[in-house]
């Protein structure tokens, strides 16, 4: 399916229903932690390695949706905005999210969980962006279809940045991302709070192991 079947549509995604979507699938990664617990044994060697992967991946995220929240803080779905990190992709922030989801598996200490969640935000991510760009083909006409036609959908090419000498943004749009972005980083005291109320007895035994 390419962006040349699009329909150009008079109003914007509805938001709120990615938020539902969001919503159910963090509350499917909870239930995860409380029914599953990782094969690599905490301490060990490999779960070690893979907390420390999904905790940089983590930061990543943290770190790239507010960088992207610079350039279209207060601008989204009104202005065409196609400098930094949108140079590369059309939605940076929705793969940076990607690519925190990841993170949290590995921060649980499995392959699979990373695997079920990164696949889980991309194809949530997947329909509402093909939603999005429907609504500002219709706004921005020509000139969005030029720009998608140069610009990946999803994974960034850095060989396409550009950017400004200049930019403004949005201090409130940037403060948001970033308390949202504080929820990432306190997966991971979550987690390790987990684990130790399993292995002292306080919580019941997993019943299922992921690898």
């Not at 983590?58 to 350039?71: D, E, F, K, M, T």
């Not at 990841?102 to 509402?128: C, K, M, N, Q």
């Amino acid at each position: 399916m390419t962006y040349a079947s699009l329909k150009p549509v008079s109003q914007a995604f509805d938001q709120r229903k990615r938020l539902i979507f969001i919503r159910v699938a963090a509350a499917l990664a909870v239930l995860l932690l409380f029914l599953t617990k990782p094969a690599l044994s905490e301490g060990s060697n490999g779960h070690e390695t893979l907390e420390f992967f999904g905790f940089c991946l983590v930061l990543a995220c943290v770190a790239g949706r507010l960088w992207s929240i610079l350039y279209v803080g207060g601008k989204k779905n009104e202005e065409l905005v196609s400098r930094g990190p949108f140079s590369m992709s059309q939605n940076p922030l929705y793969f940076f999210s990607t690519v925190g989801a990841v993170g949290i598996g590995l921060l649980y200490g499995s392959l699979v969980a990373a695997a079920a969640l990164g696949a889980a935000s991309f194809l949530i991510f997947r329909v509402t962006a093909r939603k999005e760009a429907e609504y500002l083909l219709g706004k921005f006409g020509p000139v969005y279809g030029a720009y998608i036609k140069a610009t990946p959908r999803f994974w960034p090419n850095p060989l396409l940045y550009h950017d400004n000498d200049e930019l403004q943004f949005s201090t409130r749009a940037l403060r948001r991302t970033f308390f949202d972005g504080l929820y990432f980083l306190a997966i991971f005291p979550a987690i390790e709070l987990i684990e130790y109320f399993r292995e002292t007895g306080v919580l019941f035994p997993a019943f299922i192991t992921l690898y």
